[in-house]
């Protein structure tokens, strides 16, 4: 019973945190879009794949097909619309940089945390749910960037840190749901504090070491 | 009786559509190769990821694995000569940009159509099934668009409308199956409906509006 | 008795195959990571995408969920172990250039032979086994290329053989099993075949023809 309890409690809060994620992932697609110029139709597009593509990659990597995305219409609609109130916001191309740099986080925080819970609730073993978790988390993103010919963050030089973060979260919540102490506000907790590392990595320009020669030529 | 004649009917024109659709893709893949000045090689598999590329990701999505792409080979004989008598009629790459739009929207409208028939055939939803002939349909472009290094058409800055008319095929053709009205040539007349309001939003600038302050500043 | 004990060979040799592919594209994916001028995370991620997105995509085709990169460890920590190593050993990014096409060569030919393989064994036809074999082959190379922003070594003007390599192997491979002549060392042959006709298509800069005008331009 209290297994129950705390399963739905986990349960109503992944929603949300998925729905939350969804709508922080599909307004900086949406943000990409505007910043490239896009119409309404790329606006809305890259919104919904952006929002939905790192869950896609992983319920098809995990075998569960079709993917919720593709019969769950909350998360489209939701990523729909978010896309229609960016566009009817219109914020000029050169306002999107923190804006989307923010909601990116957001997002890359909830899809991790909420991939590995899903993982491991489908009966993966921890390590490879802390796998589908960061894939999830990264995932949306980077599809985003290879459509907007753009090369992923995790992957720009000079990028502040992204994949220490989301990688962090995702073994973070696959070590408290092995252990059995996952729960709901616990995975908020570690949700939010992916978001604020990568937002301090951003705001002060953390880097990861680099090849020696490179340090030295600077 | 009367369900497996328009079953049979159905599908043979199924058959049909998908194989004119992958000929078409395939001549886009290849002509997209020639334009960049690719040898024999690059052709043919440019030509071939772009025909089967949509259908994989179909299959996938659906868990319909191995993909049909990897176990009938008709598809890919068809995709490769395709590739190799673009080769051979070796057109200059400045003479590739019609025919390129033109395969491309067969092919956009054939596999938007087939798909969601074939979705809907597996048992998902009307809604899922448009989603599935919608991914289908503009998967083989994306494809081919990322592989050869340019944004999709889907998302690129001032490409008229291309995934309004992949979208209301797909809809219209989901529609049709929900309410038992789809018949093989209704089939082909949606496809027809995409590929000519595609040419013709290419052929007079049909655009999605844009943000506010864009329109301003123009 | 015979059988299984080829089936052992077979299978260490696959593994140790498999291994040996896994560390020499994760030495591709980083030798990239650093001459596109990336820190240690991007070094890591990029060897490890390379190395195990070729195996992952194998899988998700064949239905084989999750995929044996999400669930087996050992090819993880090699990848990531060996990104490690091209971090600590630093090379300048203009030295990156033949090392990098090697291991390139010698992931791509074991690859397509351990992946036609495995297809093989579970039991699709051997023109399917071929076509996973070089899908798997490819597979990683495009994902380094495509996340690094760069066309894919297939698809790039002038660049020397690449597809025909593997595909050769694959359908060498494919035909070896079909009529059961496939044996543990023949498989390495076969892999060692690959890897040098990349190499000398490197060195002697062979190309396969392209569309006539072009040839005439030259």
Redesign the interface.
Known sequence: MLATGIDDAASVVQQIGEMIGVVAFAASGALA??R????????V??AVSTALGGG?IRD????N???TA??D?TL?AAASATGLVI?FW???ARLTHWPLEVTDAIGLGLFVVTGTAVGYDWG??A??AA??GLTTGVGGG?IRD???????A????DEP????PAFCGAVLTATLMHFDWYRAWIGLLCALAVIAFRLLALRYRW????????SRDE
Chains 1, 2, 3 share one sequence.
């Not at 880097?207 to 490179?214: L, M, Q």
């Open positions: 879009a505007v490239r110029n896009l119409d309404i139709v790329g606006i597009f890259l896609v098809v990597l995990a075998g097909t079709p993917p593709f019969t219409f489209i566009f219109h914020p000029p993966v073993s390590p490879s796998l589908l980077i290879v459509l907007s010919g753009r090369v992923p995790i992957l720009r030089t840190l992204y994949a220490i880097h990861g070491p680099r090849p020696y020669y490179v």
